[in-house]
Nanobody, 115 residues
Framework: QVQLVESGGGLVQPGGSLRLSCAAS????????MGWWRQAPGKQRESVAHISSIGNTNYATSVKGRFTISRDNARNTWYLQMNNLKLEDTADYYC?????????WGQGRQVTVSS
C-alpha cells in the first residue's frame, strides 16, 4: 500500500501564494500517477492537477497558469505550488496517488483565501 502525508496550506490574501506538499511512503514503486483534488464547502470534490510517472501534467481550467504540480522523486514528495490565489480557491486540498493496489488519499489540508 501507499501512505500519503500532506503539509502546507493555510490562510492567504487574494493574489498570494501557498505550497502544498505530499510525502509518500510504502510501495512507492507501484505509484504511476499522482494528483491534487479539492473540495469546497457544499461542493463535490474536483480534480485540480495531475502528474504521471513520466512527468506529464494536466490542470483544471480554473487553475491553469496559476498552479504548478511537481515532484521530487528522491524525496518521494509531490508539490502543488499555488500562485495568484483567488477567493474561489478556498477549499480542503487532498493529494492522491494511483498505484497497483488502487488509490490512496492524503488527510487533506485547508487552504483559505480571504481578505
Amino acid at each position: 500500500q501507499v501512505q500519503l502525508v500532506e503539509s502546507g496550506g493555510g490562510l492567504v490574501q487574494p493574489g498570494g501564494s501557498l505550497r502544498l506538499s505530499c510525502a509518500a511512503s510504502g510501495s512507492i514503486r507501484s505509484v504511476y500517477a499522482m494528483g491534487w483534488w479539492r473540495q469546497a464547502p457544499g461542493k463535490q470534490r474536483e480534480s485540480v492537477a495531475h502528474i504521471s510517472s513520466i512527468g506529464n501534467t494536466n490542470y483544471a481550467t480554473s487553475v491553469k497558469g496559476r498552479f504548478t504540480i511537481s515532484r521530487d522523486n528522491a524525496r518521494n514528495t509531490w508539490y502543488l505550488q499555488m500562485n495568484n490565489l483567488k477567493l474561489e480557491d478556498t477549499a480542503d486540498y487532498y493529494c492522491a496517488a494511483d498505484h497497483s493496489f488502487g488509490r490512496s488519499w492524503g488527510q487533506g489540508r485547508q487552504v483559505t483565501v480571504s481578505s
